[in-house]
């Protein structure tokens, strides 16, 4: 075999790809639980249409406090939900940021909206 037809990954190679991986994993790692807590905030606000009786924004309100306060949910509260009428229909919003410190003066900023009809 000559050396013009060796095929693999060169040492450069192999750390700069091992670099990009590490960097995509360390993203993740950050991001992760800020879109747990997302999903778990639709979750919440999801059933709390379903289970209220009277979809008026004092139950909506308490119930999702009541639901939020269980899930150990942070970013938002029972507060930030706004209740508005679409037609015959109810709609219950959240809105939040999360800002997420990386490396020195990096961050990454997430826009979540959980939205919820009925």
């Given at each position: 075999m000559t050396a013009g037809s060796e095929r693999g990954l060169s040492m450069i190679g192999f750390l700069f790809t091992t670099a990009v991986i590490i960097v995509v994993a360390l993203i993740a790692f950050r991001v992760g639980p800020s879109y747990i807590e997302y999903f778990t905030v639709q979750k919440a606000l999801d059933q709390t249409m379903q289970d209220?009786?009277?979809?008026?924004?004092?139950?909506?309100?308490?119930?999702?406090?009541?639901?939020?306060?269980?899930?150990?949910?942070?970013?938002?509260?029972?507060?930030?939900?706004?209740?508005?009428?679409?037609?015959?229909?109810?709609?219950?919003?959240?809105?939040?940021?999360?800002?997420?410190?990386?490396?020195?003066?990096?961050?990454?900023?997430?826009d979540f909206e959980a939205r919820s009809t009925r």
């Open positions: 209220v009786r009277d979809p008026t924004a004092a139950a909506i309100h308490s119930s999702m406090d009541r639901r939020l306060s269980a899930d150990y949910v942070d970013s938002v509260s029972a507060a930030d939900v706004v209740v508005t009428r679409e037609g015959n229909k109810i709609v219950a919003t959240m809105s939040w940021q999360k800002v997420l410190h990386m490396i020195g003066n990096a961050s990454i900023l997430l």
